[in-house]
């Protein structure tokens, strides 16, 4: 379940094989992903303001570094960080 201020909660099923998504690129590397569909496709472009999707990684594929995934989530963190604090009003 992932949440972000002033969103409902977005609940993705893990165990779901969606459609594969070609040319999606994280940092350096581009291929293919499994994405998440279009619910989740909406709540993220909703919340960032801009089309965006959640893609997994076929769990055949070996990441190079966990860095990058940890790079992910600090960064969707920062987001909502920035998010809250100019709702605040900085």
């Known amino acids: 379940m992932l949440k972000a201020p ?3 909660p ?3 099923c893990l165990n779901k094989q969606y459609e594969v998504a070609d040319d999606i690129s994280v940092w350096e590397w581009t291929g293919s992903a499994w994405d998440e569909g279009a619910e989740a496709s909406k709540w993220f472009s909703d919340y960032l ?6 893609v997994r990684f076929n769990t055949g594929i070996v990441f190079e570094t ?4 940890k790079m992910m989530i ?5 987001i909502c960080y920035f998010r809250q604090m100019i709702g605040k009003g900085l």
């Open 49 to 54: 303001g801009h089309p965006a999707k959640l």
């Open 74 to 78: 600090t960064m969707f963190r920062r």
């Open 6 to 8: 002033g969103m409902e």
């Open 10 to 12: 977005l609940k993705v």
């Open 66 to 69: 966990l860095k990058n995934t």
